[in-house]
Every structure is written in C-alpha cells, then in structure tokens.
C-alpha cells in the first residue's frame, strides 16, 4: 500500500508533467474538451426533443365523432372499451348537449353566433370521445383499430390524420437525432483516446532516463506509473471544467428565450435542458465520462510502451 507521502510525490510528479509538456496536455484537454461539450450538447437536443415530444403528446388526442341519434349507451361502451387498451391512458367523453354548452360558453360575447345557434332546430355538434395515449407512436394504431373497429358504423369521423403528420416528423427527427448523435460521440470518443494516447506515449519517452533511473533505485511499478495515470486524469478534471463553464453559459443565454419560446408560457424555468438543470448528477457524469476516455487510453499506452 502507498503511504501518503509517496501518493503526494505521485500527485505532484503527475500536475509537473501535466505542466512540463503544457501544449501536449492543452491539446489533449481541447480534445477531451470537445468531445464533452459534444455530449452535453446531444444532451441537451435529446432534452429538447424529449419536451417536444411530450408536449405534442400533451395536446394530441384521437376524436371520434358519432352520428346524430347514435344511442349514449353504445358510446358509453364504446369509451368502456378502449379504456381497457394497454395503451390508452385517458379517454374523455362529450355528449352533444355537453358540446353544445361549452361551445354557447366559449362565444357567449358573439350575439351573431348564438342568434344562429337559435335559428337551428337541432343540434350541430356531435357527441364526441377524445382518446390519449401514453406514447407518441400509439396514436396510429389506436386511430386505427378504431376505424377499423366494430363501432364503425357508429362513427361519422375520426380525427387523426390532421395529427398524422407531425407525430411522423417527430418520429423521424428523433431516430435522425439519436443516429447522428451517436455516430458524433463515437468519433470524437476515439479521437480523444487517440490524442491522450499518443500524449502519454510521448511523455514516457521524454521521461525515458527518468523512468530507467527510478527503476534502478527500486521504485515500484505504480509509483512509475502513477504520474502518468495522474497526469491523464488531469486532461479530464480540466476539460470537465471547461466544458461544464461553457455550457452553463450557453444554456443561460437559451434558458429565457427558446425555452420560454418552445413552452408557450413566457417562464425560463421548465427543465428543458436536461441535464443542465440537475448538476448534482450533470459533472460527476461529464468527470466519470472522462475519466473513463483518459484512463483507457493512458493504460493503453502505459501498457505498449512504459516496459517495467
């Protein structure tokens, strides 16, 4: 086991080399750097979509509209129905009368509208059952196995097709996302392991005699490869930094407008920019992401090319 003083020489050989070789180690930092700020950046567009997705399925629903004279027990049953489908979560039913209320209570101030609602003998609006879904991707199916369904001939319109097309594009948009997203963080994984590995390769041959030397008087293996571990460490604990100052910053200038913009209520505090919005997991995950990048890479090169 080390004892603290021989950990202190290793911390302190490590922060020397870091310095020592300052534009190799601001090389690997960048590297590691942009290969955060890439994740935080997915990060956030994941988080962004995720909001979107989630206030789309918020305001989209399945109407069904029933033929007038349709009886109230054979809607009744029908709502019972889907309410017992796995992946419906709400269903609403509105009877024409009910409909026809709320709709005298929404134009209340427009005489025109309610002297013509007079006029009629019978009533304009038809019953209605509105169906949601948990998931975005149910929507069709459900819309679906109603239509084709044994109340059809019940049915005068279901109202999907309107919302068909946006529920598409946000399907798209998402794999495209996550595709992208993932092909960005592979490349830049493997550039980062690269840089930190040829980084490290070049300090254990600029440190060659000092190693040779050190193994003559009998330091251990660790002890030799300390420093180097160390220094690796360094690039993540600085690129953390950077990375966690520059996408505070970023998310700060976005907060109050596209936020406030996307949600429709004019407040910067929805937990868009997830996950900004939670630091006590956000910079141990960006640190444990590098220290994993840098350590590999390190061990690698410690492994291949420091022979003791």
């Not at 392991?193 to 041959?205: A, D, K, P, S």
């Not at 440190?207 to 360094?234: D, H």
């Amino acid at each position: 086991m080390f004892d603290s003083l021989t950990i202190f020489r290793i911390v302190k050989t490590g922060f020397v080399n870091y310095w020592r070789n300052i534009w190799l180690s601001a090389a690997a930092t960048m590297v590691m750097t942009i290969t955060l700020v890439i994740f935080s950046i997915l990060a956030i567009v994941f988080g962004i979509t995720q909001f979107s997705i989630n206030q789309v399925t918020d305001r989209v629903d399945v109407s069904v509209y029933f033929k007038p004279g349709t009886a109230e027990g054979v809607i009744e049953q029908f709502a019972s129905d889907l309410k017992k489908k796995p992946e419906v979560s709400a269903v609403t039913y509105t009877s024409a009368e009910d409909a026809l209320a709320a709709f005298k209570a929404t134009h209340a101030q427009d005489q025109l509208i309610l002297d013509s609602l007079d006029e009629l003998s019978d009533n304009p609006l038809p019953a209605t059952v509105q169906v949601k879904a948990d998931k975005i991707e149910d929507y069709p199916h459900i819309a679906e196995g109603i239509q084709n369904g044994g109340y059809k001939e019940h049915i005068s319109k279901v109202n999907f097709e309107d919302n068909r097309l946006l529920i598409e594009r946000f399907g798209k948009a998402s794999k495209l996302i996550v595709v992208g997203g993932s092909v960005l963080v592979a490349i830049f994984s493997i550039i980062a392991i690269l840089v930190i590995f040829n980084t490290i390769t070049l300090t254990i041959y600029n440190r060659k005699e000092e190693v040779e030397i050190m193994r003559l008087v009998g330091a251990t293996n660790w002890y030799i490869r300390g420093p180097f571990i160390i220094e690796s460490l360094l690039y993540s604990v600085v690129a953390t930094i950077i990375t966690s100052a520059l996408v505070l910053a970023l998310v700060s200038k976005l907060q109050s407008s596209s936020l406030s913009y996307i949600s429709g209520t004019g407040e910067g505090n929805l937990p868009l920019f997830y996950p900004y919005g939670q630091w006590t997991y956000t910079i141990p995950a960006l640190l444990l992401i590098a220290i994993l990048l840098s350590v590999a890479s390190s061990m690698l090169a410690i492994r291949k090319y420091l022979k003791i």
